[in-house]
């Protein structure tokens, strides 16, 4: 057994925090679902890291043993030492230091699938929702616009339920996705409380990208021109706004039902 | 001024506890929004806090000199105190200790709209965020079965963004609702990943209640049973599920946007 001092146990603890995860590379998953996907999906994983007394499930077991996981250093810690830097409420006994993967713009071309841009996201448990929804529709990933929250923060991670391994992640700034999808002119699709085009009433062109305004501002001027449509949410309550991760959803099932008439 | 030791001020702090919550029926809203939004709708404010250094916008002035606030109590503290009791990143220095408003299963004959079920909701998030979706569709309100999170938890709160104050509360069990439908019968529809007709592709009655199961367990067969419609969402990615707050959001858009064909 390996003590809490060890620098692969301490990394856990230090990936909580945006910065470090930034300057790694790197990010720590926990729970045995969220584990068998990374290593169903083939994400990079560092080591995996497993607290034996509390990894009683024989599926956990399973998961050591299969093909994928043999050739990953295992970590064997005390179940203290793994309470110790676990972020869950009902610990499993098994995480892993998984390396991130980005990809580029021009990965956008090579999946014909709906691809959702994001301006400045702040909330990453949104984040993650949208994943996990877009993962559900058959979507290729997310694009993030200037100052978005991290895909790799613990809650986003969690929210996604595994889809932060399924989905591309691509950061850029909206200038670049500007200039690149001039060049490249696949469809954008915005969305705005001002907008005249009702976002059940229109037909979308497939592929398409999903352009969707941050929490507290919506889209701005800006994000609007560089779009190829812009439709409106219906609202007929006291409020003026939907959660930004249930308009994404409400959008983005409205195409696919339109793609599997 | 008065300080933090005045029972008014020692209550804020006890009602994030949920038994306080329960055994005072009341629970504390902070932020200008969301105590313009219990003003505007009525509800029962027992007394304003404000703390006047922090209370700087001109809109926060407006309210309290509103003819709604005029004849409630208003607490004034310092800045300090404010802070030492307020739930946010930025404080607005307007809070109020509100009083719960609960509605009974005989109000629902008298409201012909969308109502929401949940079996067993836990997450405060999500419960709240139904909330906000059920106002911009016009809905009527949700119903909680059985051992559900608390709608007036501080999660729940902000993330309803006012409705609710808007949207009526029921809490009730599954028994004694399935006894009431049974009496009355507003047709009752499910959401089940192995349900056969798709929910894109069924017209909906009006009113109808649509009936959600638990993060954890979906529907289960006691409640499958009282159902009138099952309904699934397709999905075809590598998840089986949808959060809860994004797949009540889809069922109840295919339902809006039937209603306003």
Known sequence: MIS???????????????????????????????????????????????????????????????????????????????LGFSNKDGPQGLGAVVKQKWATLDQIRKRSATWVALDAVQDPGNLGTILRTLDSVGGAGVILLDQATDPYDPSSVRASMGAVFSQLLIKTSLQE????????????????????????????????????????????????????????????????????AIATAIVLYEMFNQQRV
Request: hydrophobic share 40%; with cysteine.
């Open 177 to 244: 996705f500007a200039a690149w999808n001039h060049a490249n002119p696949i469809p954008v699709v915005g969305t705005s409380g001002t907008a005249q085009l009702d976002y059940h009433q229109v037909k979308y062109p497939f592929p398409s990208i999903l352009l969707m305004g941050s929490e507290r501002q919506g889209l701005l001027d800006q994000h609007l021109k560089i779009c190829d449509m812009i439709v409106k949410i219906p609202m007929i309550g006291r409020s003026d706004s939907l959660n930004l």
């Open 4 to 82: 809490t001092n060890n620098p692969r146990i301490k990394l856990i603890r230090k990936l909580r925090d945006r910065k470090e995860r930034q300057q790694t590379g790197l990010f720590y998953i926990e729970g045995l679902r969220i584990v068998a996907e990374a290593l169903q999906t083939g994400a990079q994983i560092e080591y995996l890291v497993i607290a034996p007394g509390l990894l009683s499930s024989p599926f956990g077991k399973q998961l050591l043993q299969s093909e994928a996981a043999r050739s990953i250093l295992v970590i064997e810690v005390s179940d203290e030492t793994f």
